[in-house]
């Protein structure tokens, strides 16, 4: 099964508890998105950890920051203990091509936990993953479309900071 949806259940669920503060304006970034699915495959010729694997993600908007959820079920539990790198990206999804993703979402300056969305998960025993990290900015509707599945964790500096190998999976997602 997959979907997109806004408002959901745990937006409801959110304002009713007083953790969300206030709204914005039409237009504006989503209180909540989640996005839940089998990942799109980027490299069909090789056998990945993350093949047939789904993933749920939510974002929760609140007071100008986002906090991002993932979680990762059917990924290979061969793979426990390896660290993959995951961004959310502009462009969207299309099985077995991988630079239709396009580039990071970046809010400007150096690639950072700050300026994207990084959400790098370590393979857990019986094919498992998580990812929990919150960002001081919000996503405008239409402004990213995917989360990018990488082979290697992201690198946070050095010459190339944002960079995580090559690109295995990715799940769309509807800001
Ligand atoms: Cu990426």
Redesign the pocket.
């Known amino acids: 099964m997959r979907g997109t949806r806004r408002f959901g259940w745990l937006a409801t669920a959110a304002i009713a508890a007083g953790l969300v503060v206030g709204s914005g304006p039409a237009g504006a970034a989503s209180l909540f998105v989640e996005s839940r699915g089998e990942l799109s495959d980027y490299a069909p010729t090789t056998h990945n950890a993350t093949d047939g694997a789904t993933a749920d993600l939510w974002a929760v908007a609140a007071g100008g920051s986002t906090t991002f959820f993932l979680f990762l079920s059917g990924l290979d539990p061969e793979a426990a203990g390896t660290t993959y ?5 502009v462009g969207p999804c299309v099985a077995g091509a991988p630079l239709t ?1 396009g ?2 979402y970046n809010t400007g300056g150096t690639p950072s936990p700050e300026t ?1 969305v990084w959400l790098d998960f370590t393979v857990l025993p019986g094919g498992y993953g998580f990812a929990v990290t919150t960002v001081p900015f919000t996503i405008e509707p239409g402004d990213a479309k995917s ?4 082979a290697d964790p ?1 690198q946070a500096g050095g010459s190339t900071p ?1 960079a ?1 190998g090559g ?1 295995q999976a990715c799940l769309p997602v509807e800001f």
Request: glycine share 12%.
């Open positions: 790198g995951v961004h959310v990206h993703s580039p990071h994207e989360i990018v599945v990488h992201t944002g995580a690109r």
